[in-house]
């Protein structure tokens, strides 16, 4: 569970495992181990169990600050991989064959009963609440992936590509989300919206 909402959380360790990859594309290994070092990081965390969330949110800050034109579009690369690595190591194939059988509603509720559960992966310290079911809306309070930070649009590209590929693999493939709010600019929580069409 997380430790505190003033740091010291721990976050699964895909919240920097998958970014990884795609740094390198990006910019080979120079890029990977700058932003490893940016983030306090002699190594890639271990893929076994959780680590400290905060080397996981410097890294994500380092990417926004080092490469502001490429940012988005890598954290969303990660984000897509995160939620394959999900669906191919953390869902059981048995419970993602139910879903995609039952009707989208039903479906999209049971998954965010799941997400729910297991939101210490990916909000660390910080409070993973749903916040209604039609339409579809949840938020991180004091998101610790983008705490301290400042934007003046919302920036948490990471978490809506994890949700979009979870979505529109298990529910339908036409879930859209949308970050609606951001702490970054201010607001008190990240709120993302998740839709059809």
Request: positive net charge; contains cysteine; glycine residues 8%.
């Amino acid at each position: 569970m997380a430790a505190s909402a003033t740091g010291g959380g721990r976050i699964g360790p895909n919240a920097i495992l998958q970014l990884l990859p795609v740094l390198e594309r990006e910019g080979g290994a120079a890029l990977r181990d700058r932003l490893l070092t940016a983030a306090g990081l002699k190594a890639p965390p271990s893929d076994a169990g959780m680590m400290d969330e905060r080397p996981a949110a410097a890294m994500h800050q380092a990417l926004r600050r080092e490469l502001p034109d490429r940012a988005a579009e890598l954290a969303r690369a990660a984000g897509l991989a995160t939620g394959d690595y999900i669906l191919a190591h953390r869902i059981p194939r048995p419970a993602q064959a139910l879903l995609r059988r039952l009707p989208a509603p039903v479906a999209a509720w049971l998954l965010t009963r799941a997400i729910a559960q297991h939101s210490w992966t990916f909000a660390g310290s910080g409070r993973f609440e749903v916040l209604s079911t039609r339409p579809l809306s949840v938020r991180i309070v004091d998101n610790p992936v983008v705490r301290g930070e400042t934007a003046t649009e919302p920036i948490c590209h990471w978490h809506v590509a994890v949700f979009e590929r979870l979505f529109t693999e298990l529910v339908h493939p036409d879930y859209r989300v949308r970050e609606t709010a951001c702490c970054a600019t201010g607001a008190e929580a990240c709120v993302f919206e998740l839709t059809r069409g």
